[in-house]
């Protein structure tokens, strides 16, 4: 049975959490958070740098195009000329043009020589090589249908399934914005533990006449404000004409599942914070988590360029399912049914691992 006694002033000792001491220590907490420069650098500016350098470099990769030489002429290079992903380079000799494809200047030629198609291409680049080589050889094959004179007997009616308007900046903001928030939860949460059993503070806490769910739920709410936060700001970033992200019409259910995602996060900075004792090794160990769990969950480039079996693990990872689900609502246009299985795999994942976090949480050295 619990029992709550109370002093002369209206404060609780034991028992339920007081209102006064949660708002107390959360302010407290959010305050120190705040005045914390090299916490505010990295929770916000630096998966910001990220945001803006690949928005940036990948902005115009739609309309970029693969520059290519070409030597004589024909209905092959001409048919060429008009392949929007392609730019033409027009060279003397087959000679020039291979020397400059071994020494790197251009990732292929075609030569057109009569009826003789001639492509030499570097297998240094192998995506831009089996580019090159289907464009070409789907125009030499409909080269060569127009040449019979007869009308193909297979026609392709090809169009992309997303508003042709999308850019790169749709599929990497969620990524980054979930490795910005599993950074700011699983430091934050390790970072402070470990800290405050250092100087002390927890032992004071434990003594004082506050429960620990309060000390632990006030920690926790700071962290879902500064994970708004972060979805705030880089959501506004993204939005700025320079980079073009477009919004479909529920974004908005990517929030609950953000603050989902923040207490799985949470609850591996509890684990980490439970086993390191000093913030050096807890700092070592949360790099040493997200990193890798940021590279296998698709957050800095698509989970299809990885192996299948990686892609397998992946799965087990929160900042997967995050990732898929904020995709699911902010780019692909789905609804709240999307959310579903990446919610509860966020919410199972929270409870295994807070409850591992609470079994070896210790309250001081």
Do not use: Y
Not at 10 to 15: A, F, I, N, Q, V
Not at 17 to 35: E, N
Not at 234 to 247: D, E, H, K, S
Not at 340 to 357: D, Q, S
């Amino acid at each position: 049975m619990t029992v709550t006694k109370t002093t002369p002033s209206g404060k609780s000792t034991k028992g339920a959490p007081h209102p006064s001491s949660f708002a107390a220590l959360s302010r407290a907490m959010f305050k120190g958070f705040v005045r914390d420069k090299a916490t505010l650098f990295f929770t916000f500016l630096f998966p910001l740098m990220f945001l803006v350098i690949f928005g940036l470099i990948f902005g115009n990769q739609g309309e970029s195009k693969t520059r290519i030489g070409v030597v004589g002429d024909g209905p092959v290079v001409s048919a060429l000329e008009r392949v929007e992903a392609l730019e033409l380079a027009p060279i003397d000799s087959p000679a020039e043009a291979e020397r400059q494809v071994k020494e790197g200047d251009l990732p292929a030629f075609v030569a057109e020589d009569g009826g003789t198609i001639t492509l030499r291409f570097a297998a240094s680049d192998q995506t831009q090589a089996s580019t090159v080589a289907g464009i070409v050889n789907g125009v030499v094959s409909q080269a060569n249908v127009a040449a019979t004179g007869q009308p193909p007997r297979f026609t392709v009616d090809s169009a992309q399934v997303e508003d042709e308007s999308l850019k790169p900046i749709q599929f990497m903001a969620p990524g980054i914005i979930s490795w910005a928030v599993s950074i700011a939860a699983v430091f934050g949460a390790a970072l402070t533990f470990v800290s405050w059993r250092k100087k002390q503070v927890l032992r004071r806490l434990r003594l004082a006449p506050v429960q620990p769910v309060t000390v632990l739920t006030s920690r926790v709410v700071v962290s879902l404000g500064i994970a708004v936060l972060q979805f705030a700001l880089f959501v506004a970033v993204a939005l700025l004409p320079v980079f073009g992200l477009r919004l479909s019409g529920q974004w908005w259910l990517a929030i609950p599942l953000l603050l989902l995602g923040t207490l799985a996060f949470f609850s591996i900075g509890m684990l980490v914070g439970a086993f390191c004792k000093t913030e050096e090794a807890a700092s070592g160990a949360a790099n040493l988590i997200t990193l890798p769990m940021a590279f296998l969950s698709g957050a800095f480039f698509p989970i299809d360029a990885i192996p299948s079996w990686l892609q397998g693990i992946s799965w087990a990872f929160p900042m997967r399912h995050l990732n898929e689900g904020i995709l699911d609502v902010m780019v692909r246009g789905k609804g709240a049914e999307a959310l579903l299985i990446p919610a509860l795999v966020l919410v199972a994942f929270t409870a295994v691992v807070g409850f591992v976090a609470a079994k070896v949480f210790r309250w001081e050295d």
